[in-house]
């Protein structure tokens, strides 16, 4: 449907409003992240002329990675967050989420626990290999850290389900942090 050129404008914009600048695009946001479809198009139109509606439901539902939700005439991002927003996710129910980092980091997160960076929230994943894959981008020998997800949540920790294989959580502390060995 769309050239690779403009899919990639797109997807852009997209992601930068829906997680970073809703408010310098001119999109409203609610507390958990969702924006108007219609009005959100609308804001797309002005910027893009070629911009169709259709264009964003094919951007959404061919996502590998499932950064977007449409739920009737509401959209959102699923994660990867700057902008303060609510979870209303449900409560992950698996008991050990994981973590990659770079064999640099290790010693500091097993002292000082996962804490957010750039974005609201810290991203965990749901399989060791998952894990690895994303730590892959940023590192060639990625260290994975398993987390002990059912006994931080028994400790009031909120640890919710974006996907079925990414996990957020305002931060992790030390104590729930252990190195896998392979």
């Not at 695009?25 to 259709?54: I, Q």
């Not at 002292?111 to 892959?136: C, D, M, W």
């Amino acid at each position: 449907m769309l050239d690779d050129s403009r899919e990639e404008k797109l997807g852009r914009f997209v992601s930068g409003t829906l997680r970073h600048f809703p408010e310098s695009a001119g999109v409203k946001m609610d507390e958990y992240g969702w924006v108007d479809l219609n009005a959100f198009c609308d804001v797309m139109k002005k910027r893009y002329n070629w911009m169709r509606k259709e264009y964003l439901y094919a951007l959404v539902e061919s996502d590998e990675k499932g950064r977007y939700q449409i739920r009737g005439s509401m959209i959102r991002a699923r994660y990867g967050h700057s902008v303060n927003i609510e979870l209303d996710y449900e409560e992950s129910d698996a008991p050990y989420v994981y973590y990659g980092a770079s064999p640099e980091e290790v010693d500091v997160l097993l002292e000082n626990g996962i804490f957010p960076i750039k974005q609201r929230y810290v991203h965990l994943s749901t399989s060791y290999e998952k894990a690895a894959e994303v730590a892959l981008i940023h590192t060639e020998s990625p260290v994975i850290l398993q987390v002990d997800a059912f006994r931080a949540q028994e400790d009031g920790f909120s640890l919710r389900l974006a996907t079925d294989y990414i996990v957020l959580a305002e931060k992790i502390p030390p104590e729930y942090l252990y190195v896998i060995e392979e």
